[in-house]
């Protein structure tokens, strides 16, 4: 890069591009830090940075400097979907019809802004079209990589940039699972040596690849503004302090949009920080304890999951029996059924809490064998009940676990969901992340802390009649 490249495009940024509210479009520092490294050459460059910091307004501004300077240019701006595809879309247009200058060279026609002096075009695309596949791109932004729904998007993409040395930029705010393709791409980032990190800025550059993000620590004060000042740079202060106040601002929008921290699920239950207090790794459910069982039976592709719940005083241990279905088809129920006769053989069973829409047969044999079947069917008032009473269980610390890393991941990837009867947990709609251990955990959790009576009767039993 020559120093010259990047001053040339703060002029054309300042010079010929106007904001909406008629001001000139001016680069901030913490934005010349990002572009050092686009116009340094680097192919493949990822920024994190919370909400309202100026990425669409950036990506918009990048992407026609590209095309007004490349010849036969191929750029795209990929959204996560097309309702945000159409307001990158507008912001693009807006910076075209809002210059003389650029109404001039540039033509928009349909979803597209053409150069055609220079035989080259600009999309804005959503992730969920399929024509970016065997595409030769110059340059591709993609926007909010964490919404994605297709995991090898972005791999397709960026192996595209190489037969015309194209270069790709990935701007996002947090993401909410650790394993998605912008986690795990952000693990990689925090691990490669030479990794800078300067208050609630994270830089680092290694070979072809940048990294910036900026947000705070899981750990910081997310409640001192002056401090969530320092990951959003373009925000103003009494901005933040309105968002705060914000009676519709939840503490997981804040922590997220905000502040940069990431989250477990896209509007968590619980903070991941609780949940893994409550471990102990030493922990051992005895034999002959009595013990209550929670059971949710996957459908087609969803794991089964057994929790085992030992009341101890007024706390409860748990224990997690997560079972795979085969590569094709579904897990047998034998499987299920033999997994809770070995739990009658491990501790004093005092009842086995499941739904009756995919086990009745199952538990009504089980039940002819003597062990104690309690109906628990997952309506949305069942479930508000099991919800609310974990929640409060967690919230407490009344509830131990052994730190099994599967039992976290399917409590963490819980969501809430309002209903007439209250909120209930439920999988995340934007993930496929499992969350069954979760539900057979606020199922046992309640019978064994509040439903023991109905335990006690060798039948199936329904718990409304309890």
Same mark, same amino acid.
């Given at each position: 890069?020559?120093?010259?490249?990047?001053?040339?495009?703060?002029?054309?940024?300042?010079?010929?591009?106007?904001?909406?509210?008629?001001?000139?479009?001016?680069?901030?520092?913490?934005?010349?830090?990002?572009?050092?490294?686009?116009?340094?050459?680097?192919?493949?460059?990822?920024?994190?940075?919370?909400?309202? /910091?100026?990425?669409?307004?950036l990506?918009?501004?990048?992407?026609?400097?590209? +095309?007004?300077?490349?010849?036969?240019?191929?750029?795209?701006?990929v959204?996560?979907?097309?309702?945000?595809?159409?307001?990158?879309?507008?912001?693009?247009?807006?910076?075209?019809?809002?210059?003389?200058?650029?109404?001039?060279?540039?033509?928009?026609?349909?979803?597209?802004?053409? /150069?055609?002096?220079?035989?080259?075009?600009?999309?804005?695309?959503?992730?969920?079209?399929?024509? $970016?596949?065997?595409?030769?791109?110059?340059?591709?932004?993609?926007?909010?990589?964490?919404r994605?729904?297709?995991?090898?998007?972005?791999?397709?993409?960026?192996?595209?940039?190489?037969?015309?040395?194209?270069? +790709?930029?990935?701007?996002s705010?947090?993401?909410?699972?650790?394993?998605?393709?912008?986690?795990? +791409?952000?693990?990689?980032?925090?691990?490669?040596?030479?990794?800078?990190?300067?208050?609630?800025?994270?830089?680092?550059?290694?070979?072809?690849?940048?990294?910036?993000?900026?947000?705070?620590?899981?750990?910081?004060?997310?409640?001192?503004?002056?401090?969530?000042?320092?990951? /959003?740079?373009?925000?103003?202060? !009494?901005?933040?302090?309105?968002?705060?106040?914000?009676?519709?601002?939840?503490?997981?929008q804040?922590?997220?949009?905000?502040?940069?921290?990431?989250?477990?699920?896209?509007?968590?239950?619980? !903070?991941?920080?609780?949940?893994?207090?409550?471990?102990? *790794?030493?922990?051992?459910?005895?034999?002959n304890?009595?013990?209550?069982?929670?059971?949710?039976?996957?459908?087609?592709k969803?794991?089964?999951?057994?929790? $085992?719940c030992?009341?101890?005083?007024?706390?409860?241990?748990?224990?997690?029996?997560?079972?795979? *279905?085969?590569?094709?088809?579904?897990?047998?129920?034998?499987?299920?059924?033999?997994?809770?006769? /070995?739990?009658?053989?491990?501790?004093?069973?005092?009842?086995?809490?499941?739904?009756?829409?995919?086990?009745?047969?199952?538990?009504?044999?089980?039940?002819?064998?003597?062990?104690?079947?309690?109906?628990?069917?997952?309506?949305?008032?069942?479930?508000?009940?099991?919800?609310?009473?974990?929640?409060?269980?967690?919230?407490?610390?009344?509830?131990?676990?052994?730190?099994?890393?599967?039992?976290?991941?399917?409590?963490?990837?819980?969501?809430?969901?309002?209903?007439?009867?209250?909120?209930?947990?439920?999988?995340?709609?934007?993930?496929?992340?499992?969350?069954?251990?979760?539900?057979?955990?606020?199922m046992?959790?309640?019978?064994?802390?509040?439903?023991?009576?109905?335990?006690?009767?060798?039948?199936?039993?329904?718990?409304?009649? $309890?």
């Amino acid at each position: 890069m020559s120093q010259s490249e990047l001053d040339a495009f703060a002029r054309f940024c300042t010079g010929v591009l106007t904001t909406e509210d008629g001001r000139p479009f001016e680069l901030a520092e913490f934005q010349r830090a990002i572009l050092h490294d686009y116009f340094d050459g680097r192919r493949e460059i990822v920024v994190l940075l919370p909400k309202k /910091n100026g990425k669409s307004s950036l990506v918009a501004a990048l992407a026609l400097w590209h +095309l007004l300077s490349t010849p036969f240019a191929e750029a795209m701006i990929v959204a996560a979907a097309r309702d945000q595809a159409g307001i990158l879309l507008r912001q693009v247009e807006g910076f075209v019809r809002r210059s003389e200058e650029l109404g001039k060279r540039l033509k928009i026609v349909l979803r597209e802004v053409r /150069n055609e002096a220079l035989h080259g075009r600009l999309r804005v695309l959503a992730s969920e079209v399929d024509t $970016v596949d065997g595409q030769l791109p110059t340059f591709v932004a993609v926007d909010e990589l964490h919404r994605h729904k297709r995991a090898e998007l972005y791999g397709i993409l960026r192996d595209g940039l190489g037969p015309r040395k194209g270069q +790709l930029i990935a701007i996002s705010t947090a993401g909410y699972a650790q394993d998605s393709p912008l986690g795990a +791409l952000r693990q990689t980032a925090h691990g490669l040596p030479g990794l800078v990190r300067d208050g609630a800025y994270r830089h680092v550059r290694s070979g072809s690849f940048a990294f910036h993000e900026w947000s705070l620590s899981p750990e910081d004060d997310v409640d001192d503004l002056e401090l969530v000042k320092t990951a /959003n740079p373009l925000v103003p202060m !009494e901005e933040l302090r309105e968002r705060y106040e914000s009676p519709s601002m939840t503490p997981w929008q804040w922590r997220r949009f905000a502040c940069g921290i990431w989250t477990e699920g896209e509007e968590p239950w619980i !903070e991941p920080s609780v949940w893994d207090s409550l471990a102990d *790794p030493t922990l051992e459910l005895q034999p002959n304890e009595p013990a209550w069982v929670g059971v949710d039976i996957g459908v087609r592709k969803d794991t089964t999951a057994l929790v $085992v719940c030992v009341r101890r005083a007024e706390k409860v241990a748990v224990q997690a029996r997560i079972l795979k *279905p085969p590569a094709r088809g579904v897990l047998p129920l034998e499987r299920v059924e033999n997994e809770i006769r /070995n739990l009658r053989g491990e501790f004093e069973l005092r009842g086995v809490a499941y739904d009756p829409w995919a086990f009745r047969r199952s538990a009504e044999m089980l039940a002819g064998e003597g062990i104690r079947m309690i109906e628990f069917p997952q309506s949305p008032e069942r479930m508000a009940t099991a919800s609310a009473h974990l929640y409060h269980v967690i919230q407490a610390g009344h509830l131990i676990h052994d730190g099994d890393p599967r039992l976290r991941a399917h409590v963490l990837a819980g969501v809430t969901k309002e209903t007439e009867r209250g909120w209930r947990l439920q999988k995340d709609p934007h993930s496929a992340r499992p969350i069954d251990a979760l539900i057979a955990l606020a199922m046992g959790t309640l019978v064994a802390m509040g439903r023991e009576e109905v335990a006690l009767v060798p039948r199936v039993i329904n718990l409304s009649e $309890v």
